[in-house]
C-alpha cells in the first residue's frame, strides 16, 4: 500500500494538492474527459478565489429523476466553509459493469452542470455558484487502494482541518471514517 495513495493533502489548496499528486486543474465546464485518467481515484473541485461567494436562485444543473438540483441561498450560506478552494471531493471507484472511472464520474459531472439530467447528484451545490465557469477540476488515480478509502480520509482531514465537509460535501461518503487509513 502506498503512502502517498492514502495520506491526504496537509493543506487542501493547490500548492499541496499538487504536492500529493493531483493533476488537471482544468475548468470543470469545459473540460475535455479524454484526458482525463480511466483508472479509479479521487477528484476535488477548486475554486480560484477564496472570497466570499455569491449564489445563483436557481441551479442550472440537470434534473436527475425529475428531482430539482436548487437548494435555498440560506443553506448555500450555512454550508460554505471560509478559506479555502477545495468545495467538493468525490471519488470514482471501479464499480461492476463501468469502465473508465475517473473519465467516466468527471464526464458525468460536468454534463449535470451543464444541465443534463445525470446521476451525479453529489456535489450539485457548486452549480450554484455565480462563478461555476472558474472552478477546476483535480484528479489523482489510486491503484493500490480503494477510491472510497482515500476520499474517506480526505474528508475525515478536511474536517479536522476546517470544522466541517467541504462546501458541496453532504456526507463523509460510504466508508465514513476508515480504521488504518492516516488522517
Known amino acids: 500500500m502506498s503512502e ?3 495520506n491526504p493533502p496537509p493543506r487542501f489548496d493547490r500548492a499541496s494538492l499538487e504536492k ?3 493533476e488537471g486543474f482544468v475548468p470543470l465546464l469545459t473540460l475535455d474527459s479524454g484526458t482525463v485518467p ?3 481515484g479521487v477528484y476535488c473541485v477548486v475554486r480560484v478565489s477564496v472570497d466570499p461567494p455569491s449564489f445563483l436562485a436557481t441551479s442550472p ?4 429523476k ?3 438540483p436548487t437548494v435555498s441561498s440560506g443553506r448555500l450560506e450555512a454550508k460554505w466553509i471560509r478559506d479555502t478552494p477545495v ?3 468525490g471519488k470514482a471507484s471501479d464499480r461492476r459493469g463501468s469502465q473508465g472511472a475517473l473519465r467516466k464520474r468527471l464526464d458525468e459531472y460536468r454534463r449535470h452542470g451543464v444541465g443534463q439530467p445525470v446521476g451525479h447528484w453529489g456535489g450539485r451545490f457548486i452549480w450554484q455558484l455565480e462563478d461555476a465557469a472558474e472552478l477546476l477540476i483535480c484528479w489523482r488515480t489510486s491503484k493500490e487502494v480503494e477510491a472510497e478509502d482515500v476520499e474517506a480520509a480526505m474528508l475525515a482531514a478536511f474536517v479536522a482541518n476546517y470544522g466541517g465537509l467541504p462546501f458541496a460535501n453532504l456526507k463523509r461518503g ?3 471514517t476508515s480504521a488504518g ?3
Do not use: W
Not at 61 to 64: P, S, V
Open 4 to 6: 502517498t495513495e492514502v
Open 20 to 22: 500529493a499528486g493531483f
Open 38 to 40: 480511466t483508472a479509479p
Open 61 to 64: 444543473a440537470g434534473r436527475f
Open 66 to 68: 425529475g428531482k430539482d
Open 87 to 89: 468545495l467538493y471531493i
Open 174 to 176: 460510504r466508508r465514513g
Open 181 to 183: 487509513i492516516a488522517h
